[in-house]
């Protein structure tokens, strides 16, 4: 019987055990690669939860997995061009995944599928992509036979041309792309196609029919989308639909990529009955808007007079301007393209497998909004709504309700508070009359033996009892103006000092008393202090007040504190330093002026240490000061010119005087800076330096002017003197273009003369401009295409991908004199090889270079290639002032510019600058 029970509780236990087993992949499906070519960029917001989900799936249920991901962004693309160069970037990004070496420089630019090392399957999100990676079945290679999935596509599909339109093309069902070929259409394109997918019908119908049952009073319908591929898709459908729904419906079409996006904007602010919009994919932007993005959002979410359905999924859950639409099942869409992956990785035939439809939808709806356009309560009659962002509870939408309950509460436990206060203190009352007594006959004794006035003041302020001698009438209104009846509303105490003594602190300060006037003339002066009595049996007495007569103390203090500002007077308005102080016993003072021409602080009683002058000159200062201090006075004064180091340890330089008075066995030192006197010496040398070398300069730049001007001149004045003689209609046409060619340089030269001549001057003003550097790059491709000479030179242009890593804010002129300037003298010292453009950004910097594979450069010539006429080259044509001319426009837009160069291996120009320059 035992057995029988074990066997039986083993068999209950088995099941658990199996499931309680994580599931695990078969062999087939391990160490699998998958690309995913999403049609959108990722502010398409159901396609970028789509795909995030996927991978999020992907990784639950296969981690050994790796899985590329890439966003065509088709909804922004003008040219397949543009597509194209989108995909080929996230082809290439997908070999680099794999570590696949590719030499980027053996490979055609118009190439895309470089890689050998292929992926398991490809999952396209939308039709685009798909529709325009089957354009490419020539030049496909291996990546003609991987299985692929279409995910969230439509039933038909046209042929993805942007530049020519949609309309010119037919639609072919969804699966009608597996077995075409070239039958003279030249709209179809041959080959074949392993797939399958998921359709997606983005429910435009029940969108239509949700709107018709929240707004039964509609009379207008506009459509808000763009001219991309999607957005047209579902416009034409809407078109065809509505009038079965909503027949007496008027459809109005508004398109941001042709219409001003402010009147888009005031359309959807402005407050008409009985209309409604619909979009797609459209999404909030500023482009060519006086608003900016920021104005607008608050616009819509504060001011929108018109209420926003979507057929894309949005997020709702914000304080935004959406109402909502019909939408596929996230879940769903994940599970059944999961499951068309895995038949693909296996290499299943995948045109096998019928196309599967995603019909389930469900209506997710917008609260706030709802609340705002007054739709709640036929929302609340339509069955299987998903509510997002609710509406705000009582508080939160009424504040001064909240705050009103708030604050009576508050009043309330106040009241509470005082009253037992108010007992507590009452019963408290009698029991300190009997302490004051006590305390009273304390402070009579006190008084009464030392005949110093006092008060007592309680703790509100209130005077309780004056002890003071009134014999004399005078005597007692002193004595009154010195003890107010209040403490806190003495005049002579400042704010502070009122808030120090109801902290309960000790605190002083001196009374002059105007009104009567003592033997000599002069005003009589108190030490008014108060100090807290913090026994517990004094509670009624909470402060004494003290007041003593310190008439004589301030007397000799206010004359010790004229003659100082006297003496610091005459110290600091002629900028001398003085100090004088004891020979021995280093007693005195020091003017601030001193103290800061010799950085040091005098201390009375210490003698100066000079510890900030410089050794050489501080031994000779201590040298004479011990001299005069051990009685062996020096014949002369002392008076030389000091160096002083200043806090940052910079010299400054300073004349000093030590004078020694016999009589008063005082010493005196003087000191005043002359540094500015100084520099300003130092100044003068130096401008009479540059004055030379500028008369220099110029003689040199006027010979150099003189020999590079006369030599075309020479070649123009002579070959038109021969022209002119010659009849031979053939030597005229080989004259010409030597005429042509000195007339250029002429030009050239004198252009370049002018350039420099405004910016040496100063007279140039900057117009700061955005500026696409890609554009301007091939301006300059276009420039070196014309000028090569028959030179077989490649082009190679290298900038950021996206519009806005491109575009600098700068002055397009004189950058692109800087270019053009640097791209000629690639292309003279540059015959085989490539000359290439290269911009990026990091950080705050805009980083330009130019590289050519010419003769380069040795180090010698690098450092002579920015003077003025100087080439590296004789027998190169040239001016020899671009390079300079480069320098003084780089100087002028606070960027900086070097070179490297290698002989017989090329040369690189750079230069940078900076962001907020540019």
């Known amino acids: 019987m035992r057995k029988l029970h074990l066997s039986l509780v083993c068999l209950l236990m088995l099941p658990a055990y199996i499931y309680s087993r994580p599931l695990q992949a078969s062999d087939s499906l391990q160490s699998k690669r998958v690309l995913i070519i999403n049609s959108y960029s990722r502010q398409m917001e159901w396609s970028r939860e789509l795909t995030d989900s996927l991978l999020l799936r992907l990784q639950q249920l296969h981690p050994s997995w790796r899985v590329s ?23 290439w990004n997908y070999a680099i995944h794999t570590n696949e070496s590719i030499d980027p420089t053996k490979v055609a630019q118009t190439t895309l599928f470089v890689q050998d090392d292929i992926p398991d399957a490809l999952l396209f999100i939308g039709e685009e992509g798909f529709a325009h990676y089957a354009t490419y079945y020539r030049t496909r290679g291996r990546w003609t036979s991987i299985p692929t999935v279409l995910s969230m ?79 047209y898709q579902s416009r034409r459908a809407v078109k ?11 459809y109005t079409e508004m398109t941001h990529t042709r219409q001003n996006m402010d009147s888009i904007y005031d359309i959807l602010l402005r407050p008409v009955q009985g209309r409604a919009v619909l979009a797609h994919g459209w999404n909030m932007n500023a482009y060519h808007s006086r608003r900016s993005e920021t104005q607008i959002d608050s616009l819509l979410t504060h001011v929108l007079q018109v209420p926003l359905f979507s057929l894309t999924r949005r997020n709702l859950t914000g304080n935004n301007y959406w109402v909502g639409g019909c939408y596929a099942d996230i879940s769903q869409e994940v599970s059944k393209t999961i499951a068309l992956l895995e038949h693909a990785v296996r290499g299943e035939e995948m045109n096998t497998i019928p196309f599967d439809t995603i019909r389930n939808t469900q209506i997710v709806l917008n609260q706030a909004a709802l609340d705002r356009f007054g739709l709640q309560a036929r929302a609340n009659s339509l069955p299987g709504v998903t509510y997002q962002h609710p509406l705000p509870g ?49 402070l009579q004794i006190i008084y009464d033996s030392s005949h110093i006035d006092f008060v007592l003041y309680d703790a509100s302020g209130q005077q309780i009892k004056r002890m003071f001698v009134a014999e004399a009438p005078e005597r007692n209104n002193e004595v009154e103006q010195l003890f107010h009846p209040n403490l806190f509303a003495a005049p002579y105490w400042s704010d502070r000092q009122r808030a120090l003594i109801r902290k309960r602190r000790s605190v002083s300060c001196e009374v002059v008393l105007g009104k009567r006037q003592i033997d000599r ?35 000799e203090r206010n004359a010790k504190e004229r003659f100082e500002r006297l003496f610091r007077f005459a110290s600091d308005s002629s900028n001398i330093g003085v100090v004088y102080y004891d020979a021995a016993s280093a007693t005195g003072m020091a003017t601030a002026s001193w103290e800061k021409t010799l950085n040091e602080q005098f201390v009375s ?41 200043t806090n940052r340890n910079e010299p400054v330089w300073v004349r000093h005087y030590i004078y020694y008075i016999p009589s008063s066995n005082r010493i005196i030192e003087l000191s005043l800076n002359i540094d500015r006197q100084k520099q300003n010496e130092k100044a003068l040398e130096e401008a009479n330096r540059k004055a030379e070398q500028s008369n220099i300069e110029t003689q040199q730049f006027l ?4 020999h590079e001007v006369r030599t075309p001149l020479n070649s123009i004045v002579g070959f038109s003197d021969i022209l002119s003689m010659m009849d031979d209609e053939e030597s005229k046409a080989e004259f010409k273009p030597i005429i042509l060619k000195n007339v250029q340089l002429l030009r050239e030269l004198i252009d370049k003369i002018l350039d420099l001549s405004e910016l040496d001057a100063g007279n140039v003003r900057f117009d700061y401009k955005p500026v696409d550097v890609e554009l301007l790059f091939n301006d300059m491709k276009t420039y070196i295409g014309n000028n090569v000479y028959g030179h077989e030179l490649k082009v190679v242009i290298l900038v950021p991908d996206t519009p806005e890593e491109r575009t600098i804010v700068t002055d397009r002129n004189y950058l692109e004199k800087l270019l053009m300037n640097l791209v000629s003298n690639a292309i003279k010292f540059t015959e085989h090889g490539s000359i290439t453009l290269r911009f990026k950004r990091e950080a705050h910097i805009a980083h330009f270079s130019v590289i050519d594979t010419g003769c380069g450069m040795s180090s010698e010539q690098i450092d002579q290639i920015y003077h ?7 027998f190169v044509q040239g001016t020899g002032l671009g390079l300079s001319l480069c320098r003084s426009i780089i100087d002028h837009l606070g960027g900086k510019m070097g070179v490297t160069s290698t002989p017989d291996k090329g040369s690189t120009f750079w230069f940078d600058l900076t962001m907020e320059q540019s």
Not at 521 to 528: A, I, L, S
Not at 606 to 628: G, N, S, W
Not at 868 to 874: G, H, V
């Open 69 to 91: 991901t890439g966003y065509l962004k088709t909804e922004t693309a003008v040219t397949s061009g543009s597509a194209a160069l989108t995909l080929r970037s996230l082809l």
């Open 153 to 231: 596509v439509r039933d038909s599909i046209a042929w993805w041309y942007p530049e020519q339109g949609y309309s010119r093309y037919p639609y072919y069902p969804a699966d009608g792309f597996r077995a075409i070929t070239q039958a003279g259409d030249p709209t179809v394109v041959e080959g074949t196609y392993d797939y399958s997918g998921l359709i997606y019908d983005c429910s435009i119908e029940q969108t239509l029919r949700l709107i018709h049952h929240l707004l039964p009073d509609l009379h207008e319908l506009i459509w808000l989308g763009n001219d991309s591929y999607s957005s």
């Open 240 to 250: 065809e639909l509505l009038p079965g729904v909503m027949p007496d419906v008027r």
């Open 394 to 442: 009582f508080f939160q939408r009424d504040h001064t309700k909240s705050y009103l309950t708030l604050a009576i509460g508050l009043t309330l436990l106040a009241y509470w508070i005082i009253l037992r206060r108010y007992r507590r203190y009452n019963h408290q009352l009698h029991a300190d009359s009997a302490r004051y007594r006590e305390l009273y006959d304390k």
């Open 521 to 555: 003339g002069e005003t009589e002066t108190y030490q008014v202090i108060v100090t807290p009595l913090n026994e517990e049996s004094y509670r009624v007495a909470s402060y004494i007040a003290i007041a003593v007569n310190t008439t004589p103390v301030v007397r």
């Open 605 to 645: 009683g210490t003698f100066p240490t000079y510890d900030h002058v410089v050794e050489e000159d501080r031994i000779a200062l201590i040298k004479y000061q011990h001299a005069i201090r051990s009685g062996s006075i020096p014949p002369e004064q002392f008076a030389a010119e000091i160096r002083v180091l």
């Open 703 to 706: 010979e150099n002017i003189s």
């Open 868 to 874: 003025r006429f100087y080439k590296a080259n004789t």
